[in-house]
C-alpha cells in the first residue's frame, strides 16, 4: 500500500511539474507531452481501483 501510494503521489507531481512547464514560454516537447498523457492513464487506473475498494462494502469493513 505505501509503494502504492508513494507512486501516485509521483505520478501527480509529475504531472503538475508538466502542465505548468506547458504554460511558460517555449512549451514543452512532444515527447513530454506523450508522457503526460501516460500519466494520466496510469492515474485513471488508481482511481478505478479505488472506486472499485469503495463499492465493496466488505473490502471498506476490513480496511477500517
Known sequence: MEQMTSELR????????????????GGIRVTVERELFAIGEKLKKYH??????????ALAARRN
Not at 478505478?48 to 462494502?57: F, I
Open 10 to 25: 509521483q505520478l501527480l507531481e509529475r504531472q503538475v511539474e508538466i502542465r505548468e512547464a506547458m504554460r511558460r514560454p
Open 48 to 57: 478505478a481501483a479505488g472506486a472499485a475498494t469503495a463499492a465493496d462494502p
